[in-house]
């Protein structure tokens, strides 16, 4: 049983940003980040995909250049950090944990996560 702990949400104004954390009691294959905005569907954000001792970070939107995903393996921690962030990346953030490798078509489908967090609470207002 992998239990995973998010920090860092909060309400921030329009173009700042927040590191959201992702504390793992044991790494897995895959840790991802996904977000529900209020009266919507859970939606892949990005993930970080183990590969021996390295990995790779995607993202739904490769081209946004506002998240970045980092790793910090000694911690056993996953960033999720955003940038210029707009009203409408307000949602509940959370991360989940793979036990096997995904490939990488099946890295935003939350089905495939065998564990999740709470979430955290990401508020973009002025």
């Known amino acids: 049983q992998v239990q995973l702990v998010e920090s860092g949400g909060g309400l921030v104004q329009p173009g700042g940003s927040l590191r959201l954390s992702c504390v793992a009691s044991e790494r897995s294959a895959v840790t991802g980040w996904f977000r529900q905005p209020p009266g919507k569907e859970r939606e892949f954000v990005g993930a970080?995909?183990?590969?021996?001792?390295?990995?790779?970070?995607y993202y739904k939107d490769s081209r946004n250049g506002r998240f970045s995903i980092s790793r910090d393996d000694a911690k056993k921690t996953v960033y999720l950090q955003m940038n210029n962030l707009k009203p409408e990346d307000t949602a509940v953030y959370y991360c989940a944990a793979a036990s096997r490798t995904l490939i990488v078509g099946r890295l935003g489908v939350s089905a495939d996560y065998d564990y999740w967090g709470q979430g955290t609470q990401v508020t973009v207002s002025s």
């Open positions: 970080f995909r183990r590969i021996g001792g390295g990995g790779n970070a």
